[in-house]
């Protein structure tokens, strides 16, 4: 059974950081992406980046760039996103989701096949 764990959220201050992990067990992919999403109250799950098998190709979101940072180690199949000069419109709940066919519409909940439970990450003074 396909199971995804995020952890790393939390209480951070305006132009704080944190790192969020997300590792992916029970599977036998020989590939697969990931991308992060995240939903805030009352708004839809939008896409905030993805990164490709081989970590080469990666993705983000305008309103991420620059200030987030993608990256995955395969011998542990974890991700990382790293969060830094966080704002107070970053404040959602957190989802990683794998893509086992790497389809190319990354941006697209659709195109996930498993999905985590979520971490919640709130910016705030």
Known sequence: QVRLVESGGGLVQPGGSLSLSCVVSGHTFRSYAVGWFRQAPGKEREFVSSISWSG???HYADSVKGRFTISRDNAKDTVNLQMNNLKPVDTAVYYCAVDEWDSGTYYSTLEYDY???GTQVTVAS
């Open 56 to 58: 080469h190709v990666t």
């Open 115 to 117: 999905w985590g439970q």
